[in-house]
């Protein structure tokens, strides 16, 4: 996975900062794909103490076809609920 799409570079440090300051972040946010494909992704990221230094510790989801399946059943609902209004 390549950089994050949503964060412009200039908020990223702060953004870093922040994780350290509190320890975790969970967040959703989209990756570009090494093939240049963008997926949307859940990531929880968290600071933990090795010896003298702070580690980052990651994980991240591919979660695309969840909010696929989102969007799809959203608009499902609008057009089930246009056809109700309609009668």
Not at 22 to 39: A, N, Q, T, V, W
Request: charged share 30%.
């Amino acid at each position: 996975l390549d950089v994050d799409v949503t964060i412009p570079p200039e908020q990223f440090q702060p953004m870093m900062e922040g994780l350290v300051a509190s320890g975790s972040i969970k967040m959703e946010s989209i990756l570009r794909r090494k093939d240049g494909e963008l997926i949307e992704v859940a990531l929880s990221a968290m600071t933990i103490r090795h010896g003298a230094r702070n580690q980052l510790v990651a994980h991240i989801r591919d979660i695309s076809e969840q909010k696929r399946a989102e969007r799809a059943i959203h608009s499902e609902k609008i057009f089930s609920d246009s056809l109700i209004d309609s009668l």
